[in-house]
């Protein structure tokens, strides 16, 4: 994405506003016509703690971990300094599994029959069903962090990005207190650490990392709501 806000010190957004960016939006279309990538850029005043925000709609599971895929890729290429946060949906629904996952727990025609697609990530971490939520995903170098090197503290650090706008929305969120832990679940969301974001004590978004070439991709999934009975259908797990 070859959209680049004004650069201010660290950790400061800029002064962009929402007109310029709008200006800067056109300006990427016009050059791009075939761009499947950027489609809208939310209001910045709504995100401060972001210098680019893209939706990119609904897209299989394949085609959103390539999008993602590919956005690392460009800004490992470009050597692009601006974080880039994206908001985006699925259709089918779909199982994530993490990089290393075994997928040996999944009864995949029980899968097809509910039309539930399923993916490998660039991330690792346990599985998760996309299906009532949004996913987000963070890509920036780890100079763009205060806490870059080190990999627990950026995760805080970046979902403390996601705790400050849902704020804005009147929805506090707050960072688990628990330390990570080792167990035999293979969904994500019952497993809680330090690093996940928790409404009212209990765990709404789950989120994995990836680190490539100095860069960092975060992604996650941020929980609207769930079916109890296809996920112990799906997990074998309460």
Known sequence: VDIVLP?????????????????????????????????????LKEFPDYKIVMT??????????????????????????????RLYAWKPRCISLGRNQKDDFLDYEFLKSKNIDVVKRLTGGRALLHDN??????????????????????????????????QKLGIEL????????????DYCMLISTGADVCYQGKKIIGSAQYRKQGYILQHGGILFGYDKELLESLFHEE
């Open 133 to 166: 939520e949004i996913t987000y995903s963070y890509i920036c170098p780890i100079s763009a962090l205060k806490n870059g090197g080190n990999v627990t503290e950026s995760y805080k650090e970046i979902c403390q990005y996601l705790i400050n706008s849902f």
């Open 174 to 185: 707050t960072l688990g207190n628990e330390k990570g832990i080792h167990t035999k679940f």
């Open 56 to 85: 990119t709609g609904t897209y299989t599971g394949q085609e959103n971990m390539q999008i993602d895929s590919d956005l690392l890729d460009e800004a490992i290429e470009n050597q692009n300094q601006e974080p880039v946060f």
């Open 7 to 43: 650069q201010g010190p660290k950790g400061d957004p800029g002064q962009a506003d929402e007109e310029q960016v709008h200006s800067l939006v056109q300006e990427y279309l016009a050059q791009n016509p075939d761009s499947g990538y950027l489609t809208q850029i939310l209001p």
